[in-house]
């Protein structure tokens, strides 16, 4: 069995973000606002600690339609790489 390990390495992305030590909801706050400085198609690296982040930004992408692209873990850190999904209004 071959085990792969993910890295923000692995990754492009055009933004990251670190909250690490900060708890909700300021991290998902902070997300918002940063995704909002990306155009459409470029990509969001948030780096944090509290474990109730997963959650947050989960329905945070739900509700905004923007995307999470992958996600993983590396000791205490989680990683998610999101990606802008802004639409226009028609």
């Known amino acids: 069995m071959t085990t792969y390990t993910v890295t923000a390495a692995d990754h492009t992305y055009d933004l990251q973000l670190d909250t690490c030590g900060l708890r909700c909801p300021i991290p998902i706050m902070q997300t918002?606002?940063?995704?909002?400085?990306?155009?459409?198609?470029?990509?969001?690296?948030?780096?944090?600690?509290?474990?109730?982040y997963n959650l947050d930004c989960r329905v945070f992408l739900k509700q905004t339609g923007h995307l999470l692209l992958e996600s993983w873990r590396e000791g205490d850190r989680f990683y998610y790489l999101l990606q802008n999904n802004w639409r226009p209004c028609d």
């Open 32 to 52: 918002k606002l940063e995704i909002s400085k990306l155009t459409n198609g470029e990509k969001l690296l948030v780096v944090a600690t509290d474990p109730s």
